[in-house]
Structures are given as C-alpha cells and as structure tokens.
C-alpha cells in the first residue's frame, strides 16, 4: 500500500487530479512533476495502476528524481509500452 504523500498513476486518471488513489494522475510524466516537488520532503513512490499507460514521449530520469520510485501497485499488471 502507498503512503498517503505518494502518487496514484491510472490510465482512466486525469492530470488535473490530485494523483490520489480516488483520483490518480492519467500520465507518468504529470506524476513525475508532482514527485519532484515533494521528494524535498522526503521519499516518493509512484504507484502505477492497471492498464496500458501510453508514454507519448521518453521519460528521462535526473537527479531531481532521486529519492523517488515507480512501481506497479501491488496486485496490478502495468504496462509500459515505447514512445
């Protein structure tokens, strides 16, 4: 289970949300923005939810990520198909 400071990712999710799991984020990179902000505080995990999350363009990791984790939620099968 996700800690409430995480973020929810699901592909029937809306970018405007929270990124709760009532309300997940619809894109890995929404949630990485919003992981970034908060990994100053202390560590992030991205918890990715059933389904097909569609990356339209390459996610690129940096240091600003450091500290935060992506991960299927427990149970659930994600997949992450090429740009």
Do not use: W
Not at 12 to 25: F, Y
Request: charged residues 15%; hydrophobic residues 35%; contains cysteine.
């Amino acid at each position: 289970m996700l800690a409430a400071s995480d973020f929810h990712v699901s592909p029937t999710g809306n970018d405007s949300n929270p990124g709760t799991a009532e309300k997940p984020l619809a894109t890995v990179a929404a949630a990485q923005k919003s992981a970034r902000t908060a990994s100053g505080k202390s560590a992030v995990t991205v918890g990715l939810h059933q389904g097909v999350n569609y990356l339209p363009e390459t996610i690129h990791f940096t240091a600003e990520d450091s500290g935060c984790s992506y991960a299927a939620a427990k149970g659930e099968t994600v997949v992450l198909p090429d740009p």
